[in-house]
T-cell receptor, first 115, second 110 residues
Framework: NAGVMQNPRHLVRRRGQEARLRCSPM?????VYWYRQLPEEGLKFMVY????????ESGMPKERFSAEFPKEGPSILRIQQVVRGDSAAYFC?????????????FGEGSWLTVV | QQQVKQSPQSLIVQKGGISIINCAYE??????FPWYQQFPGKGPALLIA?????SEKKEGRFTISFNKSAKQFSLHIMDSQPGDSATYFC?????????FGKGNQVVVIP
């Protein structure tokens, strides 16, 4: 009965380090999304992945950020050389299909703090 | 560029009252409009959603009203309870890419 599982829930990194956030979608879901939420803001779309494919990465910064969803294992959002502005909550979501109207379920989030 | 605009920013309601949150969107390609509820430290949870071919949808104490010509939709929470105190986000979707409003903090006082 597991929903979307994210880890770690909280992560502290020093400037210049790398952050890796992991996400396991709901059982049976093959579509994964990553969103970023800054304090007092709504969620912003970053990237949409299916197994082994990036469908849409239009919301992801061109540099330092990358995402993957391998054939086996969780989806990974990777942030290299973190800066203070990367401090945010990162939410993973998953859905069963692609068409609008498929319910999108969110995980509990990973809170990244860059010091 | 904010694709979905949400108002008011915050709302205080007496227990038993009605909470109303409004959203407006620009892109007529959006074809699915969900509302999410978020508690502090938690992920957003889907509350209720509507498609643009329907003008109203009700689920329990929650109702969405949708005005396609005005490109506006709203959430009504009837008989508001202290447990409803949370942040509410409207969103608009095309092909499962969600554009969120900035959120509305609702506080229900006993």
């Amino acid at each position: 009965n597991a929903g979307v599982m994210q880890n770690p829930r909280h992560l502290v990194r020093r400037r210049g380090q790398e952050a890796r956030l992991r996400c396991s979608p709901m059982k049976g879901h093959s579509h994964v999304y990553w969103y970023r939420q800054l304090p007092e803001e709504g969620l912003k779309f970053m990237v949409y992945l299916q197994k082994e494919n990036i469908i849409d990465e239009s919301g992801m910064p061109k540099e330092r950020f990358s995402a993957e969803f391998p054939k086996e294992g969780p989806s990974i959002l990777r942030i290299q050389q973190v800066v203070r502005g990367d401090s945010a909550a990162y939410f993973c979501a998953s859905s069963h299909g692609q068409s609008s109207g498929n319910t999108i379920y969110f995980g509990e989030g990973s809170w990244l703090t860059v010091v | 560029q904010q694709q979905v605009k949400q108002s008011p920013q915050s709302l205080i309601v007496q227990k038993g009252g009605i909470s109303i949150i409004n959203c407006a969107y620009e892109n007529t390609a959006f074809d699915y409009f969900p509302w999410y509820q978020q508690f502090p430290g938690k992920g957003p949870a889907l509350l209720i959603a509507i498609r643009p071919d329907v003008s109203e949808k009700k689920e329990g104490r929650f109702t969405i009203s949708f005005n396609k010509s005005a490109k506006q939709f709203s959430l009504h929470i009837m008989d508001s309870q202290p447990g409803d105190s949370a942040t509410y986000f409207c969103a608009a979707s095309k092909d499962n890419r969600l554009a969120f409003g900035k959120g509305n903090q609702v506080v229900v006082i006993p």
